[in-house]
């Protein structure tokens, strides 16, 4: 059993993904070619985004929207603490301070009620995740973002594809930023990701940023990397867009199952205004180690996502001393990642819940 079956969608689209591949390697426009403009407009069409810039990464994705928002050494960015390392390190990365904001227990997303308290005079975003593919609180952030004048960056790298209130991640902030990586819901063969806004001047800055800041040939009018995603990459992608829908199908019906089977072990809670494209299913228990071993022992893999809130990551500790984020470190001890992905049989899912269930008392 696999952790994240991607091999059983590949011989899904096999001949999709094939033949557009072929197509890039016969036109060999590997940078910039038709391909990443198609993959723009249709992703742009699909969030309801004005505009999609496809980028090298999710990681950088969230480098170029700072870099575009000019967000400078000494700013304070407001974000979550329980997340990959990707959403504070581009942060960081800048000069600027990520200011953590604990989450909630039941959902591991950031407490909006708890940001107001964390706005300074340097704050100059907030950068809510939505973590395992659910989207946060993004009207109440969006209305405290307001009330200070400050941007919103959705990392979205889980959850492309989530509904809030009818909207999709990606267009419910000033930017979204999504990530391609292979184990994402709508991944890549390799690195990729994408950023969305309906702010022209932003898809602009971000469009320049991604090509080492040039406004046209050689013209290098602002500060950028090199970070464009590969017109290959993005022809896989597209490879996989017919089948998306469907898939998120299956990955919702899939954790209803786990609910209905694991309730006992206390579930990520999916709130009933917005839907998740669960990247992960996780429940959570206080003797996790007890409970991975013995899925081990059957072959049924797990995963932990993640091991540490970022406060007391090596890196970053001696900057965050004397705080403490109860839920995030509680979480931090207590999630276990279930094998999920599209393709998962039901009946490795009934082995997977009898496991867990024979673990109980
Ligand atoms: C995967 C991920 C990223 C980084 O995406 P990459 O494409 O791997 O660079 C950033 N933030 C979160 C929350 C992620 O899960």
Redesign the pocket.
């Known amino acids: 059993m696999e952790f994240t079956d991607i091999k059983t969608q590949y011989r899904a689209l096999k001949d999709e993904i094939d033949a557009r591949m072929r197509r890039v390697l016969e036109h060999g426009q590997f940078i910039l070619g038709p391909e990443v403009r198609e993959l723009e407009e249709k992703l742009a069409s699909y969030t309801g985004a004005r505009h999609c810039v496809t980028v090298?990464?999710?990681?950088?994705?969230?480098l170029i929207a700072l870099m575009a928002l000019d967000i400078k050494p000494g700013d304070e960015v407001i974000t979550t603490p329980f997340?990959?390392?990707?959403?504070a390190e581009m942060i960081v990365l800048l000069g600027a301070k990520p200011v953590f904001v604990d989450v909630e227990e039941d959902t591991a997303n950031i407490d909006a009620s708890r940001i107001a308290a964390a706005v300074t005079s340097r704050t100059r975003a907030i950068m809510p995740?939505?973590?395992y593919g659910q989207p946060a609180d993004m009207d109440e952030i969006n209305a405290i973002a307001a009330r200070h004048r400050l941007a919103v960056i959705e990392?979205?790298?889980?959850s492309f594809g989530a509904l809030y209130k009818g909207r999709r991640s990606c267009n419910l902030s000033t930017i979204g930023?999504?990530?391609?990586?292979p184990s994402?819901p709508l991944g890549c063969y390799g690195?990729?990701?994408a950023l969305f806004t309906s702010d022209d001047a932003l898809a602009k800055a971000m469009r320049e940023i991604r090509h080492h800041g040039q406004s046209g040939r050689y013209q290098h009018t602002r500060i950028g990397v090199g970070g464009r995603m590969d017109t290959l990459q993005c022809a896989v992608v597209l490879g996989k867009l017919g089948r998306f829908d469907w898939e998120l199908e299956r990955r919702v019906a899939l954790a209803r199952r786990y609910d209905e089977l694991l309730g006992r072990f206390r579930p990520i809670r999916v709130k009933r205004d917005r839907t998740s494209v669960y990247?992960q299913y996780t429940i959570r228990s206080p003797e996790r180690s007890r409970i991975q071993d013995a899925l081990k022992a059957k072959g049924i893999p797990t995963a932990v996502?993640y091991p540490q809130s970022l406060h007391q990551q090596p890196a970053y500790a001696a900057h965050y001393r004397g705080l403490s984020f109860p839920a995030a470190e509680k979480l931090a001890r207590e999630v276990i990642s279930l094998p999920m992905s599209a393709d998962l049989a039901e009946s490795d899912q009934d082995l997977i819940a009898a496991a867990l269930v024979q673990t109980l008392p």
């Not at 930023?177 to 990586?181: E, P, V």
């Open positions: 090298a990464s999710g990681t950088e994705a969230l997340t990959f390392i990707a959403t995740v939505s973590l990392d979205a790298a889980q930023a999504t990530s391609f990586f994402k690195d990729g990701g990247a996502h």
